[in-house]
């Protein structure tokens, strides 16, 4: 390639199922990585989905498929000879099944001192529940996360996306090219961990540090920032909006703003704690102001006096807005089966490095012998596994 991509000298062994896993090679695949992702023959739909929903196509594009039996000895056979050439091996297995399949951190060391394995968990790989399977909402109530998601006193609450998969895999991407760029200084390859648990305690970020530092419990908030007021959803006439507006300077600005200047020598409105304890006497009177006009009148004043503000838009009309366009997170693909499609861009951009998908999800096992006469199996041989059901 006469421009490669940043990742275009690395192989990557893909073992993961479900989302995390995948949502960190996903990374490596879309930065260049050649990924070659290992499925068993015959895999059934309720394990890997439908292979043609907007999930598994979206998880898995810019990658090579093959189909290996890594529990057949020749199939794992064949795997350890693609660990010889890889340099990163990812899985999201449990401890158990990984170390049964002879595919654990300590198998593949053995044959490749410089791989660098990538793992996550449900609850990490050691410890009282290192055993246990986990799965994103479980890790979002044991991290605390559905305790303060929602209104104060509904009850817990999920986050509408499943955030500790995909922070767990973001995370071991992370974790991966710093263990890869490691190697270039020790010349080994390294265990790259992370779990949901950790990765949800991790999102907690400042609402974890108030317990740890004062012993302050986080309550629900609703769509309130938990400390800085006023911030969160106010009604306009044709719908809602948001307003961060939470900092003494911002404060003035939306006082003056609002033509209510006389708000900015209120008692116990003048200061950030006097804000927090009136919380609700202050949305109140912004939401009695704010329901009078439409979103876009009230969007255009507040960023013309600096305030953050915003819609709070569907998922169709954040693909419509102008400034989503401008950053292309719709990304096209022409697909074999499904035809032209569109897919979710990637968020990092690498100045002089193309963001286009490359290809589309394969097919199962759509590599499967090509991958194999690159790892030295002949076309006999090839033929002898594929009869022995091995692929």
């Not at 996360?145 to 609450?157: D, R």
């Not at 020790?186 to 974890?208: I, P, Y």
């Not at 004043?301 to 366009?325: H, K, M, R, S, Y």
Request: some cysteine; proline content about 7%.
């Amino acid at each position: 390639m006469p421009n490669p991509l940043p990742l275009s000298r690395i192989i990557v062994l893909d073992l993961t199922l479900a989302r995390a896993g995948p949502t960190c090679v996903r990374h490596l695949a879309d930065c260049g990585a050649d990924v070659i992702r290992i499925e068993p023959p015959g895999q059934a739909e309720e394990i890997t989905g439908n292979r043609h929903g907007f999930d598994f196509q979206n998880l898995h594009r810019n990658k090579r498929m093959i189909r290996l039996n890594l529990k057949d000895p020749d199939g794992h056979a064949a795997f350890m000879r693609l660990v010889a050439r890889a340099d990163v091996v990812v899985e999201n297995m449990r401890a158990a099944v990984k170390h049964r399949l002879k595919v654990a951190w300590e198998d593949v060391r053995a044959v490749n001192p410089r791989i660098v394995y990538g793992s996550i968990s449900g609850f990490g790989q050691t410890g009282p529940y290192g055993h246990r399977a986990g799965v994103d909402q479980i890790a979002q109530g044991m991290g605390g996360l559905m305790s303060i998601t929602g209104l104060p006193g509904q009850g817990p609450v999920r986050v509408g996306i499943p955030i500790a998969d995909l922070t767990a895999g973001n995370l071991l991407a992370l974790g991966i090219m710093v263990a890869l760029f490691d190697r270039e200084r020790t010349g080994e390859g390294r265990w790259v961990q992370t779990s949901l648990l950790e990765a949800q305690v991790f999102m907690l970020d400042f609402q974890a540090t108030r317990w740890l530092m004062q012993r302050e419990v986080a309550p629900q908030a609703g769509n309130d920032h938990p400390t800085g007021i006023p911030t969160g959803v106010f009604p306009t006439s044709d719908g809602h909006i948001n307003i961060a507006a939470s900092s003494a300077r911002l404060w003035e600005r939306f006082c003056d703003a609002v033509e209510r200047p006389d708000w900015k020598a209120r008692q116990g409105w003048t200061t950030q704690e006097g804000r927090s304890a009136h919380r609700q006497a202050i949305n109140a009177a912004i939401a009695e102001i704010t329901s009078d006009k439409p979103a876009a009148h009230w969007i255009a004043l507040f960023e013309a006096a600096g305030i953050p503000c915003g819609p709070i838009n569907t998922i169709d009309q954040v693909f419509a807005d102008p400034q989503v366009q401008h950053l292309r997170m719709a990304r096209p693909v022409e697909h074999p089966v499904l035809g032209q499609t569109e897919l979710v861009g990637s968020p990092i951009t690498l100045e002089g490095v193309a963001k286009d998908i490359r290809t589309p999800t394969p097919e199962a096992g759509a590599h499967t012998e090509e991958v194999l006469r690159w790892a030295g199996y002949d076309d006999a041989a090839i033929a002898g596994l594929r009869v022995r059901r091995v692929i």
